[in-house]
């Protein structure tokens, strides 16, 4: 079967914005064994979508397109599909409804042109939008399947994944034939990874591995091809365990897994609660614990000290430490966790003094220099780091060596001394 | 002038990596002025990349590809593209030279594959590689002209620049210019702009306007063609006058402008200290404060009250006011914003408390609802909120109200009330 996404838009043709659409549609297809062999992007106008829709109709076997699904006069992909497809389109009273129920819901005013939204090609397949307004459609002609996805990237994935896949799957059994298991790494580069694991990069063959960098570290992924998914997993099991056996300290996590979530859990499991003392991530720490569904259970709060008046008020930090140490130390990082800790009765806490520049940096402690401390009833380890790249990185980095501590610390305790 | 952008490789159609060279090569042929109207990406496959090729000489009179320039079997593009103009391939002995040269310099052995990226089509125009080895092409046919560019964006963007630009400028005389102007707005949705806009939008020409959805709110581009950037700032002020007149208050920034930023700036100016009282937002509030460089200047800190405890111990929120009026409420959102003020003398604070979900709502406070504070010397003022959207949206669109209401505070003050 081959596939054409096609995606509208004047923003994507002007190049505003990034198309990350394709890639992830791509992706997603190519991993039940869709082929796809074109992409392509058009705007907003209706002569050229028909011809790239009427054409993309006659080259492929399935055309998703996303984009211009919404209540503006500028949204014209449904109708245009429409009409490549010989179907007029009708006032939905369901999709109309649940625009009304939503609008009610959010307490504002639906506009009238907000309905077009419910306009609806005749005989096609609705898919209900659970991430916004606008509906889906597919719609079927000589065998041939034109699918309409929104654009805004998190109604298409949610969409694509809760009603395409399932619909592709029925209507063409397709079924996996490309697996990958992605390990996270945290606190090993990549180089050093390569070197580790050197002789298995050069045997591999299926499945093959592969480093890529991200804000979070190194992931590694190992991709297996196979008749079903069981199969690709018993390719990869094997040398998911011979790269743990050598590296598997540094592996926080596989998959989709998020450090905090993974913290989290392991908090909720040893009925633990967090407290955070934040300087340089001002407030991330907590932000990220605090963006896993259930965190109340677990999360007590935090402070985010900024000044040393707070440090010294609210955290009870000494004002002696903080003038012979400076504000960025192993000491006031070590004052801030136990002082979080004991201030919001939390069992375990942790806490971030650093700069994160771009200004402020001295020869003793340069930009990106961290203090990150976890206390707790084993005591208060502190680590001193030294992070690379803009604020913004600094910032996130020292955020998830935060969280890399406060797992390790959970997981080794007292070993950790 | 229509152009296509033919963008060619397995990484792209798999979606193993997004496409920035075409959002890129999209956005500075725009700037000159030259419509792009198709984006088609397709694989390393001969029969299918002819036909995208062909098609795309039939209906632009500019094709450029990027990719596929390369020295491996794979790397087909140029082969292609000569098939397609009819012309036939040959080595160029300038080109062999250069690359000899090349692998010289680096201290390499230049295997034999590699001048297959010497083999020019006949005729053709070359772009030497500043920034690699593969050349790129040129050729001309009945008035249509078809570019092969390379893939790696580094080598795509340094010839795009140095080689391209100036060719096209002679070739065509391209020169017009255009610019965007983008209004950034939080508090209204896009149906509700169109419809108070509705006449400018049937109307618009040059400039023209576009609403777009983004996690921050809808903004409002206003796109002007013109001879030059002056030119085209004139068409724009006029539109920007006219929308601001009429949606004003909704407008909070322009361009790459940031919410926290803008906030930094007028708490700078206005020397005052901001302090964060967060229950829902756990932090991002402020995360997102102190992303910006020198926040260290008017930013004191904040806590995360995510627990009862915390507010009326930390905060002073009392006890007989979480009972009888909830968490989630407008009393304790104004007593948490008020309490921080005081705690850590601030001279206005923030506070946010609500339901980010997924579990935890009533009838009376479903998941979403969100009380955001302003406390300062002109008082205090609580708005209640309803945010659709997963756990992370409704914390995102929480903080980017309490950023907004913060903005409206300081810049209005009592008049708020």
């Known amino acids: 079967m081959i596939a054409e996404l096609v995606t509208t838009g004047s923003e994507l043709l002007l190049g505003q914005i990034v198309n990350t659409n394709a890639a992830y549609m791509a992706q997603e297809l190519n991993k039940i064994g869709v082929d796809v062999c074109f992409q392509t992007t058009v705007g907003d106008n209706r002569a050229r979508m028909k011809e790239v829709l009427a054409f993309a109709m006659s080259r492929a076997d399935l ?43 959010i307490g504002r005013e639906m506009t009238e042109n907000n309905l077009r939204q419910a306009m609806i090609p005749e005989g096609a397949h609705i898919f209900v939008n659970h991430a916004g307004t606008a509906p889906g459609v597919a719609m079927e002609k ?6 309409n996805l929104p654009g805004p990237p998190s109604e298409m994935k949610d969409m694509f994944h809760r009603s395409l896949l399932p619909y592709l799957a029925v209507k063409y059994g397709v079924s996996a034939v490309i697996f990958s298991r992605v390990l996270h790494t945290f606190g090993i580069g990549e180089s050093m990874l390569e070197t580790k694991l050197d002789d298995l990069v050069l045997a591999q063959k299926n499945p093959t591995l592969a480093f890529l960098v991200r804000p979070t570290g190194v992931i590694i992924r190992i991709t297996a091809k196979a ?20 590296i598997g300290d540094f592996v926080y996590g596989v998959d989709d897994e998020k450090l905090e979530e993974i913290v989290g859990r392991m908090l909720l499991e040893r009925k633990l609660a967090v407290a955070t003392a934040e300087s340089c991530t001002g407030g991330l720490v907590a932000s990220r614990l605090t963006d896993v569904a259930g965190s109340s259970e677990y999360v007590k709060g935090g402070v985010v000290s900024y000044t040393d008046e707070v440090k010294a008020e609210i955290l009870g930090v000494s004002k002696d430490l903080l003038e012979s140490y400076g504000a960025v130390s192993e000491p006031v990082a070590r004052a801030m966790a136990e002082g979080v ?7 375990v806490a942790v806490s971030t003094t650093g700069l994160a520049g771009p200004g402020g940096g001295t020869e003793e402690t340069p930009v990106g220099t961290v203090f990150i401390a976890v206390s707790g009833n084993d ?6 780091h030294r992070f690379p790249g803009t604020r913004g990185q600094v910032k996130f980095r020292a955020s998830q060596a935060a969280l890399a501590l406060l797992r390790r610390y959970i997981n080794q305790g007292k070993a950790l001394h």
């Open 341 to 347: 800790r004991h201030k919001l009765g939390a069992e």
């Open 227 to 246: 008749e079903s998914a069981a199969a690709a997993e018993k390719l990869i099991a094997p040398m998911e365990k011979e790269i743990r056996a050598r």
């Open 63 to 105: 055309v998703i397109t996303s984009g211009g699904l919404g209540p503006t006069r500028g949204d014209i992909t449904k109708e245009v599909s429409a009409e490549v497809m010989g179907r007029t389109m009708a006032l939905n009273e369901e999709c109309a409804a649940r625009l009304k129920t939503h609008f009610a819901k």
């Open 379 to 384: 005591g208060t380890i502190v680590e001193r």
């Open 142 to 147: 000589e065998g041939k399947l034109l699918v």
